[in-house]
């Protein structure tokens, strides 16, 4: 059963939101049935490596990332039959499945958490982070001042006790502690389990908060309102979690040769992230990074007018030239735009005036950037951020509705939490992915998720643009299949790649030098901007407009312009 390529050369990922991506049994939720009945979607549309956002049986506070039994899939998604079911289907079609693996915290219903509650002398009990809280007169106030990611303190009291419990996110998933040999065991065994049943390798969420400092003690900085300080240096990136992850390597990764994607945000640095998945000394094979996903100053922008934000193109180029720099030769790496914690690209660095133009141009500039792509669902037909009224449309996302409690609290009115959570809440990339142009965009017959986005009548969906040549949809599968072209790829991930006129504050561009001479030049603004090049093109490969205006070396570049040209 063991995976034997765990390689990622060739492949080109799609991220699947499992609860708002196809509806199989008409409940309104999504469903395995319903990615069973999409996977000849998948493969048509050319890529080839699957990951799905957790799965296992859990109460849903945080989407499926509060898990309450690792081996159980979530009744509303199916069972367990359903997942061998999609395994078997996928790797039909020659479909990877990577799932999603919550490593950091479980669910407060999981039942070692139960027992931990109830039993302090339990073996259980040391697989969470159990603390009394310091008093101040009558009041027991929390041991520490850590705030946690989701707007809140990190610990919880348990009832009245003077005991709190650790959670960096939502209070329904407390931190299980891997300094705890036993807890790890208990990791590495569900591990197995899965990579028996088949799954090719796993995401692994949270990564980079598995170590946390165990002394505890107070965080140094700035304090907010309540007194708490946002210090990741407690809890991310620490020297132990290179020690929890050899371990997890050469028990589980190593001798099931499956494939390992980490996310490490907190902002860890390459040279950190390839401590984490350097071909030769590191534990996991590619890392994800947020550094390309908020360079228009979105996050945290409640202070912000909309015509502040707009894409840094510098920052961005910056950004990825950095990762690339520092993994092409040493480790595998992804590069994405989007996934389910991030606003939709398109609202993000496109336009939605241009939905089409920036749709094309920003998948364009991703694909063939060196590294595995990773589409986030519904990108491929430009679907962007929700189109909600008001703060509560947003309440399916935990996080969004502590922040607005907070920003509430704060004296914010919900006019201006509103604009604000429509550029930067996750709930925006959470709408149910539009099928057809039928009720609920084809999602299923009802919808008991976050509220469809309207577009889905003005040709945002699958089906309407299946028709469309001319279509995101269409693009994005053709430029997938020049993408996997052996001299391309090749090209790509071997060959030597220079960024053109890094200073242009509006034009991404670059080229690559290997088997095959090309570039990719792209006009990330909306509005028409000129762009110097010395070289000769040859074949245009991919352009979303109809000709490329050249003159006297100099290129006239309309809104979101973008062409891959062959030179
Ligand atoms: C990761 C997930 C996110 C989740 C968090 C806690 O960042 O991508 O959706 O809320 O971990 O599990």
Redesign the pocket.
Known sequence: MDNVNNSFDDCVGYIIYPETFKDGNGDGVGDIPGIISKLDYLRDLGVNLLWICPLFKSPMD?NG?DVSDYLTINPLYGTNEDFKNLLEEAHKRGLRVVIDF?L??TSDEHPWFQKALQDPSCKERGYYFFRRGKKEGDRILPPNNWKGFFATSVWKQVGDSEDFYFHL?SEKMPDVNWANPELREEYFKIAHHYLDLGVDGFRL??LAHLAKDQSFEDAQGQCDEHGLVFDTSKYSNRPELYDYLREFKNKVFAPRHCLTLG?VGGGVSPEEALKLSDRERGVINMVFNFDTAWCNGAFGSIDRKDEDIKTDVIALKRNFLRWYEACHDRADMPVYWCN??HPRVLSQYGDTRYRDESAKALFTILLFLYGTPFIYNGDEIGMSNADYDKPEDFFRDV?TKNEVAALRANGYDDETITRYLRRASRANARTPMQWENAPFAGFGPCNNVNKVNENYKQGVNVLDQMKDPWSILNFFQYAIMKRREPAINDTVLHGSFSILDFNHPDVFAYSHDGKEHFAVIANLRPYQVYFGFYNHPQDVVLHNYGDVLLNDHVFTLRPFECFLIKI
């Open positions: 945080d990332y919550v950091n915290h996110f969420d949270a996310e389910h914690d996080s």
